[in-house]
Nanobody, 131 residues
Framework: VQLQASGGGLVQAGGSLRVSCAASGRTSSSYSMGWFRQAPGKEREFVAA??????YYADSVKGRFTISRDSAKNTVYLQMNSLKPEDTAVYYC???????????????????????????WGQGTLVTVSS
């Protein structure tokens, strides 16, 4: 599966932005999808994931970000509200085949699997939040 992330940009603190991840090559509903981000000088970190019928979020974005999947469009979205300067990062979407084992392992850690657990990655889209 090929992933194409888009929708990043510059937004003021408190604003909103929606980033998208379009999948091609195989229907996205066959995959668990995750969003990760990487700020300058920092490691890539988990943001949100949709795994089968469950959604998971990092504590830092709970209540502000929403991940959703549009199977008809083969696209996964990350709606980001109440953005903070510390949300500034390159946002990456990732995919892993939706196996029973992957679903089980995600449930065990509330979705916070390492980036290395995902097999496919998009190119990233930059989100900059100004103070």
């Amino acid at each position: 599966v090929q992933l194409q992330a888009s929708g990043g940009g510059l937004v003021q603190a408190g604003g909103s932005l929606r980033v998208s991840c379009a999948a091609s090559g195989r229907t996205s509903s066959s995959y668990s999808m995750g969003w990760f981000r990487q700020a300058p000088g920092k490691e890539r970190e988990f943001v949100a994931a949709v795994v089968w019928s469950s959604t998971y979020y990092a504590d830092s974005v709970k209540g502000r970000f929403t991940i959703s999947r549009d199977s008809a469009k083969n696209t996964v979205y990350l709606q980001m509200n109440s953005l903070k300067p510390e949300d500034t990062a390159v946002y990456y979407c990732a995919a892993h085949l939706q196996t029973h084992d992957f679903i089980r392992r995600n449930k065990a850690v509330a979705g916070t699997l390492s980036p290395s657990e995902y097999d496919y990655w998009g190119q990233g889209t930059l989100v900059t939040v100004s103070s």
